[in-house]
Nanobody, 115 residues
């Protein structure tokens, strides 16, 4: 069973930065994709960014140029660097790791951006 744990959330002022981490008990090197999603209260879960095993990345338009997804194979960790944060980025952020054996979600980490 793969365990996925997110960390790095918190309270930050608008314009600030946070780096979220997604650590998996399985090898990040063997994943197919890793995705970051977010869900604000009363809203549907939204795909924010993804990275493939070939390091191809994609972002939702609202975060392009501000967020960067990357991975560290040695640490089995995928990061989401979030800069120039806006109040509308406030949400619970979730990591999903896709392996050939299935999809694995973490419990989420809260990001709150104050204006």
């Amino acid at each position: 069973q793969v365990q996925v744990v997110e960390s790095g959330g918190g309270l930050v002022q608008a314009g600030g930065s946070l780096r979220l981490s997604c650590a998996a008990s399985g090898s990040i090197y063997n994943f197919i994709f890793v995705y970051w999603y977010r869900q604000a209260p009363g809203k549907e879960r939204e795909l924010v960014a993804g990275i493939s095993s070939g390091d191809r990345t994609n972002y939702v338009d609202s975060v392009k140029g501000r967020f960067t997804i990357s991975r560290d194979n040695a640490k089995n960790t995928v990061y989401l660097q979030m800069n120039s944060l806006k109040p509308e980025d406030t949400a619970a952020y979730y990591c999903k790791v896709v392996y050939p054996t299935g999809d694995y979600w973490g419990q989420g980490t809260q990001v709150t951006v104050s204006s």
